[in-house]
């Protein structure tokens, strides 16, 4: 069986009950966040197939229930107790838990010790060691066998926190991951008996981790107050062992000139007097770069320094002038940008700078959400890596996607506000910020407030309509709708039906996709009702316009036989412009005007529509004469010049007739990657036939 005990416990919930359980009484009862119930009973429905038993299924308004078969079959198994059923560990969670014996309780490093922590045969334990080597060896560590004793490493203290690092942020970033988190934990603070178990080490540590927010003007996510808290029991517990990190002179110099030195020598102090433990200089040090590179959920630029300022302003500037430029978007409001921008990209800065790694379990999901956005912010987000001279992980490009993603959402309205609202979001500024847009832009007269954090929303009285979280918050005068980070099609029906309960008397009992799966269940046997749900929802999108996800074309729709132009040479620029527009024109996507305020913003502002040597984008706002989205293709076998420099010079000129600042991101994205290949930017030039573009088109998606 592949249940543990939680979500044994879960299951037997659910099956001893005589009435449907509603999701907020399971959150309440089992002391977990929504997220990890629903993440809970897909596993546990996953289980339930194996044994050949219906799933887990809900009544609308009323809960969750097991199905009457499915339910006495299990009350035949009661002689095998949930006690009994046992988690097997993935792969991933063996070899996070076998590193971290071996950093934190060396002396316990054994194959036996590592059979009884993993489940696992000593075959099995054997392979994983020889992997786990190697991730030491990447990591500048050596561990070896010391016969009589165990496995022992070798290396410095710096190159073994920086691994611990990476433990704390995998633990921290699957949440379903509720034993490895207990057995880490465990290890850290031999008093604690499960992650959820309070101490007061723990506390006080917390706690003196609040007045130090204070000292550095921000206030961190509370998700990164439970990192920093382990991170310092951590230091704790490497000082007792006689381990100590060393800090470059000239980095301990540069630390001690910032805010967040203060911050932690204030946190040593008071540790010093609760715990008896002195910490040199350098542990402040390391504590001083955890602070640097934590997440926050509000920023006070007062307490930066003015190089500081300067270079991630100027990083930041740069970051925005080239996605404005490859996404063919202005935002509007770019100060507000720059300021959110600044705000995460500082502590990015020195997660890179000092080898720390980030948590975040949205990573997926925000590449698969917003693909084009994070294939825009991978261009830009070379000028941060320039600055720190390391290469920006995946993860961390993740969030930052989050940040242009929230900017491009936003929309200037003049509506009505008939909603107000604030949201509690414990994963930072970008998150709620992209939360925020996909909510405003979803429910009409909505108006979020502020974002703000678990911490906040429990010690502050708010006025609001409603309250939207992401973690599980018990209602009491404000209504509360939980949602995810990022809405997905399925999750923004059920924030609209809900919003409608709350507010629109009118409004139908249920939404049109449970409706329908009542009216298939009359003749029909549902085997797969998630699935069948989220089919129904995608083909009602387009008879739902409220929750229309917007539909961005691909680059082959776009381009094709009618809208490709293949000429000799101009004499000008801006006739290489009109007539690479007058595709768009004949079509009535674009009126004459658009053509003359890209000539107008070409002589305005330079020739910024370049984006390459060869390839120039024309483009201007949609409000001066897109009547419909658009893009056509201009090939010159000469080159024409829009300025008298030779990286000006242009054979390809792609008209893009844009109608808002997303519709055409999956095409652009798209056009890119056709023209960062020179083979086939060549290919362009050289062609006599428009099917040779269209193919080229076709075979770039198809990859």
């Not at 390391?390 to 940040?403: F, N, S």
């Not at 139908?508 to 009702?529: F, N, S």
């Not at 998630?530 to 074309?553: N, S």
């Not at 000799?568 to 674009?590: G, K, Y």
Request: glycine fraction near 4%.
């Amino acid at each position: 069986m592949v249940l543990d005990k939680r979500r044994a416990h879960l299951l037997s919930i659910i099956q001893q009950s005589d009435e449907p359980v509603p999701t907020k009484v399971l959150v309440e009862r089992m002391n977990l966040s929504q997220r990890t119930i629903y993440y809970d009973l897909d596993q546990i429905n996953s289980w339930l197939r194996t044994q050949k038993l219906e799933p887990i299924d809900s009544k609308h308004g009323q809960g969750l229930f097991l199905p009457p078969q499915s339910k006495s079959k299990l009350m035949l198994k009661q002689d095998e107790s949930f006690e009994d059923w046992q988690y097997q560990l993935s792969k991933q969670e063996r070899g996070v838990l076998i590193k971290a014996k071996i950093l934190l309780e060396e002396q316990d490093a054994t194959m036996k010790v590592f059979m009884d922590l993993t489940s696992m045969s000593r075959g099995t334990i054997a392979k994983e060691i020889k992997e786990i080597k190697q991730d030491f060896k990447d990591a500048g560590l050596e561990l070896y066998y010391k016969k009589g004793s165990g496995y022992r490493l070798r290396g410095s203290e710096e190159a073994k926190r920086t691994m611990l690092s990476t433990i704390l942020a995998a633990i921290f970033s699957h949440e379903d991951w509720q034993n490895v988190r207990n057995e880490v934990y465990k290890m850290i603070h031999p008093e604690a008996s499960t992650w959820s178990s309070e101490t007061d080490q723990r506390r006080v540590v917390r706690e003196i981790l609040f007045e130090a927010e204070s000292d550095m003007g921000l206030t961190l996510t509370d998700e990164m107050v439970e990192i920093l808290s382990l991170q310092i029991l951590i230091v704790i517990k490497r000082i007792d062992l006689d381990e100590f990190i060393q800090v470059p002179r000239a980095e301990k110099e540069v630390l001690k000139q910032t805010d967040a030195f203060k911050a932690a020598t204030l946190i040593t102090q008071k540790l010093e007097a609760y715990k008896g433990v002195t910490f040199p200089e350098d542990e402040t040090c390391f504590i001083t770069m955890n602070l640097l590179g934590s997440k926050v959920q509000h920023d006070n630029f007062d307490h930066y320094t003015e190089q500081e300022l300067s270079g991630l302003r100027e990083v930041v500037r740069n970051m925005i002038d080239d996605f404005q430029l490859y996404s063919c978007v202005v935002f509007d409001d770019r100060r507000g940008l720059e300021e959110n921008l600044i705000s995460h990209i500082k502590p990015t800065y020195y997660r890179l700078k000092y080898g720390l790694h980030i948590v975040n379990d949205l990573a997926g999901s925000i590449q698969d959400t917003y693909p084009d956005i994070f294939h825009l912010t991978k261009r830009v987000i070379r000028h941060l890596e320039l600055y720190v001279g390391k290469r920006v992980p995946e993860e961390e490009a993740a969030y930052i996607t989050l940040h242009f993603g929230g900017w491009l959402s936003k929309e200037k309205k003049s509506v009505e506000t008939k909603f107000r609202s604030i949201i509690v979001c414990e994963n930072g500024i970008g998150t709620s910020n992209m939360l925020r847009t996909q909510l405003e832009n979803l429910i009409a007269g909505l108006n979020v407030t502020a974002t703000i954090s678990m911490r906040e929303y429990q010690t502050k009285h708010h006025s609001a309509d409603v309250i939207f979280s992401t973690n599980y918050i018990k209602a009491k005068d404000i209504p509360v709708i939980h949602v995810p980070a990022i809405l997905t099609n399925v999750e923004k029906e059920r924030v609209m039906h809900r919003m409608n309960e709350l507010f629109d008397p009118n409004a139908p009992g249920k939404a049109m996709t449970d409706h329908l799966i009542d009216l298939i269940k009359r003749h029909a046997d549902v085997h797969q009702e998630d699935e069948l749900k989220h089919e129904l929802v995608r083909f009602l999108e387009q008879k739902t316009p409220q929750l229309k996800e917007l539909r961005k074309p691909m680059l082959n729709e776009l381009l094709t036989e009618e809208t490709i132009v293949l000429k000799d040479s101009v004499d000008t620029w801006e006739e290489a412009i009109e007539t690479a527009s007058r595709p768009l024109i004949a079509q009535h996507s674009i009126t004459p005007s658009y053509v003359k305020a890209m000539i107008e913003n070409v002589k305005e502002l330079g020739p910024y529509i370049v984006i390459a040597p060869g390839i120039a984008i024309p483009h201007a706002r949609p409000e001066t004469g897109v009547e419909e989205l658009g893009m056509s293709f201009l090939r010159l076998k000469e080159p024409v010049y829009f300025s008298e420099k030779e990286k000006h010079r242009a054979q390809l000129i792609i008209v893009l007739a844009a109608i808002d600042n997303q519709t055409h991101l999956k095409a652009l994205a798209q056009l890119t990657e056709l023209l960062s290949n020179e083979e086939n930017v060549e290919k362009l030039i050289s062609t006599e036939d428009s099917n040779t573009v269209i193919d080229l088109i076709n075979q770039t998606i198809e990859v």
